[in-house]
């Protein structure tokens, strides 16, 4: 798929969606930088499991949605690989609850992890990207962007904020050679949904056209694809992940 020696940033990689879409990359002969916020034990982790591919990793820990941490960070991947050819803005938060029961700093947090870390990468990003006239960047966001959820409405909120922030994106630098994408991502079978009790898996599981939950190397994928030369003329769409939830 052409993206052998290509760099790229997954944010929140160190489990679930966004390790699966490093090791994604990974297999295609990209260079990989891992990045999470706290859980440093998985970061490393998933770094050795990517030298035993036979993979040049570079993890990175830092907080996404502190915009002078992502410097940082960026200035440590220019000085190693040069340049971030494909951004996966993954990391993200959810919260279950009934939105009178929340405080302002549950959903500052919301806000803060789903929507601030993907406007300060994207915009570390961007001026050397815009420089050489390429580049694609992905957002992975939620159906619940889209549809809304019940109990989860600060959640759906900011996540129909990266769909609208990916739309834009991909308006504005798309004259750069630049393509902006999100994945709008079902019920996927991971630790962000364990707190399901099986009653509540069945429920979701019927309302499932393909009847199970997505994996997560489907999501992973699919960004592949659209980082690719394959999806060269597919920007500023949010294409659903979801197996077809009705």
């Not at 941490?69 to 951004?87: H, P, Q, R």
């Not at 834009?168 to 902006?180: F, L, W, Y």
């Not at 009847?211 to 659209?226: D, S």
Request: glycine residues 8%; charged residues 20%.
């Amino acid at each position: 798929m052409n993206l052998k020696g290509k760099t790229a940033l997954v944010t929140g990689s160190s489990r679930g969606i966004g390790k699966a879409v490093a090791f994604a990359f990974a297999k295609e002969g990209c260079n990989i930088v891992l990045n999470a916020s706290v859980s440093s034990d998985e970061l490393l982790k998933a770094q050795e499991e990517l030298k035993a591919m036979g993979c040049y990793s570079y993890s990175y820990l830092a907080d996404v949605s502190d915009y002078q941490s992502c410097k940082e960070m960026f200035a440590n991947i220019t000085n190693i690989y040069g340049n971030v050819d494909i951004l996966v803005n993954n990391a993200g938060i959810s919260h279950v609850g009934i939105f009178t029961d929340m405080v302002p700093e549950e959903w500052d947090k919301l806000i803060n992890v789903n929507i601030k870390s993907c406007i300060n990468c994207t915009h570390l990003a961007l001026p050397k990207m815009i420089s050489r006239k390429s580049g694609t960047i992905i957002n992975i966001s939620s159906i619940w962007g889209e549809r809304g959820a019940s109990c989860e409405a600060v959640y759906s909120a900011t996540k129909g904020a990266v769909n609208s922030f990916t739309k834009a994106m991909a308006k504005e630098v798309g004259p750069s050679g630049i393509r902006v994408n999100a994945i709008a991502a079902g019920v996927i079978d991971t630790k962000m949904n364990e707190f399901l009790n099986p009653e509540e898996k069945e429920i979701l599981t019927n309302e499932i056209s393909l009847m199970r939950f997505g994996k997560t190397n489907e999501v992973a994928n699919l960004a592949v694809y659209l980082a690719s030369d394959r999806a060269s003329f597919v920007t500023g769409q949010v294409i659903s992940a979801d197996g077809c939830m009705v």
